[in-house]
């Protein structure tokens, strides 16, 4: 079996480790039969991916943040490899949800001897999802975390606080299960798997393989209700504590007056005014 690691040098906030260095010799130590790429720009992983698996690699495992992730996840569909991951980035969430080991020697070690499985993959406005996607203060809080110039939870936690005071929930209507809901926007999650990352739960109950979206609705975030969800997303209480209002389902269309940005797996994407989410079941083979 054939294991090609494709690595973000970018990924991480330890960029003293010699990443390339530690995958050789645990990748080594377990007799794997294997080959380290590096990316070299934005949207590089994705074109890298699709020539390991055009080239025969059973398993593509993506080194780096959930953005490496998405990128080599979308760069798979449709072919016969698996999706590795050996977890580097500030919210792992994927990771975390698949149980994969956090520390690069358990990561390899799970890459190289591998079970495998399918997962069900979201799509937002055509665009693949593997954890999360969503619209509203997330998406925000994701675009100006990209222009803080660090990495890291206590840089997402400060620009999370800081943009707390600053944003409005947006009017929108949401269509799903044949019925329209009009409400307020604060927050509005679509959830494959159960979290954003770092073990902040948005959907605790989320299911990657039942053929169906978590939906988490928001409509408003008052101090008490702030205090809510924060403590709900951190225990994996939030489907249970009042503090937002949950639905499941594979197609989902969202329209509003106002632009509203979206992100996916935590990555912003831009401002729109129309969502379509919806799922692709098993889309995806994943060595767990």
Known sequence: MRICFI????SGTNRTQDVPALLTRYATKVGADFAIWLTEFAGHAETLAQQ??????RVVVAVGGDGTVN???RGLLGTAAAL??????????LARHLKIPLD?????????????????VGYLNGRPFFCTAGLGFDAHVSKMFAQAGTRGLSTYVKVALREYRRFRPTPVQVELNNQLIDTDCYV???ANAAQYGNNAYIAPLANIEDGLLDVCLIDGLSLTRAVR???GLALGTLATSGGAVYHTSHHILVRSTTPIGFHIDGDYIE???AFEAKLAPLALEVAV
Request: proline share 6%; hydrophobic share 45%.
């Open 104 to 120: 690069i020697a358990g990561a390899v070690r799970r890459a190289c001897r591998p079970t495998f499985q399918r997962i069900d």
């Open 271 to 273: 401002d729109a005014i």
């Open 188 to 190: 509005l999650a679509f």
């Open 52 to 57: 390991a698996a055009a080239e025969g690699f």
């Open 7 to 10: 690595l973000n040098p970018t």
């Open 71 to 73: 990128e080599v996840g």
């Open 84 to 93: 590795g991951v050996v977890p580097r980035g500030s919210g792992n969430g």
């Open 229 to 231: 969800v924060g403590v």
